[in-house]
């Protein structure tokens, strides 16, 4: 018994002699103040280099070590990571020396594109596909990269709309290939949609994530929810199909979620409102009759339009604002074919954009909307040249910056003839233009 007492003591003071060996009560183990460069959430694009640099102490008679995933790259304070590969990489950096070690572990992931922006193309109806290309910034321009990441693959027949939700991109064709998704990783397709519920094989036209498991596809026959995971549509959306419930009254357009719900237009009827939880019908009635849309603007409020009005949907209370345009001018939305809105709302400042057609149903301006102050819809904000036409959703707004990226062809209608042009989102100037010639059909400016 004494013997075990004496052992006890003995383990016990050797116990706390271990714990007063710490980098805070022994200068000499190496601390790592921290690693230059290596951020929470780090991303970067194949091609690029990053240098980590570790802050360490002390330096004296440390040794150093590098590894990626589990393989030993460098025995220097920094190391320079130029990835060749798309994917999750870890990186961890180790400090020893005789009197003990430390070490910080990170994650980086590598995409195939990093920043800029995407613009979706419907493609030349009976002869092509649609498309996507790559803009990592407005004067480069990467074509088609959908069909260089999947050889053999295509979008749908007139691809109007795309959205990136959960760690990929979701793109929306009428016909054909209606929903597809590509990994943000890389862009490869991440399989086919299966129309599972009765109705939602109908035209495509937007899409919206509720969360990392479903989300909702509205189509040219009401909107259904999908399964994310197995990528087929699972319920309809009752009532989605409007009052008509058939042909050009079950049309459903733009979709968002936010809040505790998700709103869908129905082209003829205006905003029907579900529940998140459950997918049920909120209000038998339509919240307003808006068939344009949605944008949010930066204090979270959700707007529609009907042309001549705009509507502020608040997500949380439902209630809704209605505020009458100027005499004469109407937010544009194509009357013989859905496309996306000309229709945006900036995210550094609490302010819309919109496009209203001229003679002729030339769109040609953008509009500015402080919100509040009608004033500001005095004259347009922003127009492009004499040849140069708003096509599709027309532009939208950079997150980050503020400007506009606008897509223009050289007739109402649409030809060859592309040019890219960038608009100060404070003063309308034209900041950049970038032409170029083939018969794609811009539809929507897609943020990265």
């Avoid at 004296?60 to 220097?76: F, K, P």
């Avoid at 945006?344 to 001229?358: H, I, K, P, R």
């Amino acid at each position: 018994m004494k013997r075990f007492f004496y052992t006890m003591i003995l383990a016990a003071a050797l116990a706390v002699g271990f714990m007063s060996c710490s980098k805070e009560d022994d200068p000499d183990i190496p601390a790592i103040a921290g690693i230059e460069n290596a951020e929470d959430n780090l991303s970067m694009a194949v091609g690029e280099s990053i240098t980590f640099t570790a802050s360490v102490t002390p330096t004296e008679q440390t040794e150093y070590q590098w590894r990626l995933d589990g393989q030993e790259v460098s025995t220097e304070l920094a190391y320079t990571f130029a990835p060749k590969q798309t994917g999750e990489y870890i990186l961890k950096f180790t400090a020893t020396n005789v009197s003990g070690t430390d070490s910080r572990e990170f994650t980086v992931s590598v995409v195939l594109y990093k920043g800029g922006f995407f613009v979706i193309n419907e493609g030349s109806f009976g002869r092509t596909m649609g498309s996507v290309d790559y803009f990592a910034d407005a004067s480069t321009r990467t074509p088609h990269v959908y069909q260089t990441a999947n050889p053999g693959k295509e979008l749908g027949n007139t691809t109007e709309f795309g959205t990136k939700w959960n760690g990929n991109y979701y793109f929306v064709s009428k016909q054909d290939r209606t929903l597809v998704k590509a990994s943000a990783t890389d862009f490869v397709d991440g399989g086919e949609y299966s129309a599972a519920v009765a109705g939602s094989d109908a035209d495509g036209r937007s899409f919206a994530g509720i969360d990392e498991n479903y989300g909702v596809y509205t189509t040219s026959n009401g909107a259904y929810v999908v399964d994310l995971n197995t990528f087929k549509s699972v319920s309809y959306l009752e009532g989605s199909r409007g009052v008509g419930s058939t042909g050009m009254s079950a049309q459903c357009g733009g979709a968002i979620t936010a809040g505790d719900y998700i709103f869908v237009i129905n082209v003829k009827d205006g905003v029907y409102v579900y529940s998140k939880a459950d997918r049920s019908l909120v209000r038998s009635e339509v919240l307003c009759p808006a068939h344009i849309g949605f944008v949010q603007s930066k204090d979270g409020n959700i707007w529609a339009s009907d042309g001549p009005s705009l509507y502020c949907i608040n997500p949380k209370t439902l209630a809704v604002t209605k505020t009458d345009l100027p005499d004469g001018l109407e937010v544009y939305s194509d009357q013989w074919a859905w496309k996306p809105a000309m229709f945006d709302a900036s995210a550094t400042e609490n302010v819309l954009y919109f496009a209203s057609a001229g003679d002729n149903y030339a769109v040609q301006n953008i509009y500015r909307y402080q919100i509040g102050d009608a004033s500001s819809l005095a004259q347009p904000f922003a127009t492009g040249g004499a040849n140069d036409y708003l096509y599709g959703g027309g532009f939208r707004v950079d997150p980050v910056s503020g400007d506009l990226v606008a897509t223009f062809v050289g007739v109402s209608w649409g030809d060859d003839q592309n040019k890219l042009v960038v608009f100060d989102g404070k003063t309308g100037a034209e900041k950049s233009r970038l032409e170029y010639q083939e018969y794609l059909f811009p539809t929507m400016v897609l943020f990265n």
